[in-house]
Nanobody
Framework: QVQLVESGGGLVQAGGSLRLSCAAS????????TGWYRQAPGKQRELVAG???????NYADSVKGRFTISRDNAKNTVYLQMNSLKPEDTATYYC???????????????WGQGTQVTVSS
C-alpha cells in the first residue's frame, strides 16, 4: 500500500513563505515524474509545478519566480518552496506521483490527501 503524505500547509500573510513536503511510503521501486497541483473553491485543479526524476522542472506561469520544486529521490520526497505568497495562492495543494513498483516500467498514478494553504491579505 502506497501513501503520499503531505505536510507544511497553513495560514500565512501575503508576502510570506511556506514549504510543502510530500513523502511517499510503501514498497516503491522508483518514483518518476512528480508534482504539485492546487484547487481553489469553485475552480478546477491545476498544475503548479512538476519535476522529473532527473530534475527537469516546469511551473505554472502564475508561480514562476516565486515557487521552487525539488525532490530527494533517496527519501522519496518532493518539496515545494513557496515564497512571496499572494492571496490568490490560497487553495488545497495536492501532491501527485507516478510510481513504479518493480523493474517493469509500468507506472501507477497516486495522489496525496491535500494540504490547505491560506494566504491572508
Amino acid at each position: 500500500q502506497v501513501q503520499l503524505v503531505e505536510s507544511g500547509g497553513g495560514l500565512v500573510q501575503a508576502g510570506g513563505s511556506l514549504r510543502l513536503s510530500c513523502a511517499a511510503s510503501g514498497s516503491i521501486f522508483s518514483i518518476n515524474a512528480t508534482g504539485w497541483y492546487r484547487q481553489a473553491p469553485g475552480k478546477q485543479r491545476e498544475l503548479v509545478a512538476g519535476i522529473t526524476r532527473g530534475g527537469s522542472t516546469n511551473y505554472a506561469d502564475s508561480v514562476k519566480g516565486r515557487f521552487t520544486i525539488s525532490r530527494d529521490n533517496a527519501k522519496n520526497t518532493v518539496y515545494l518552496q513557496m515564497n512571496s505568497l499572494k492571496p490568490e495562492d490560497t487553495a488545497t495543494y495536492y501532491c501527485n506521483a507516478e510510481i513504479q513498483f518493480t523493474v517493469l516500467p509500468t507506472l501507477y498514478n497516486y495522489w496525496g490527501q491535500g494540504t490547505q494553504v491560506t494566504v491572508s491579505s
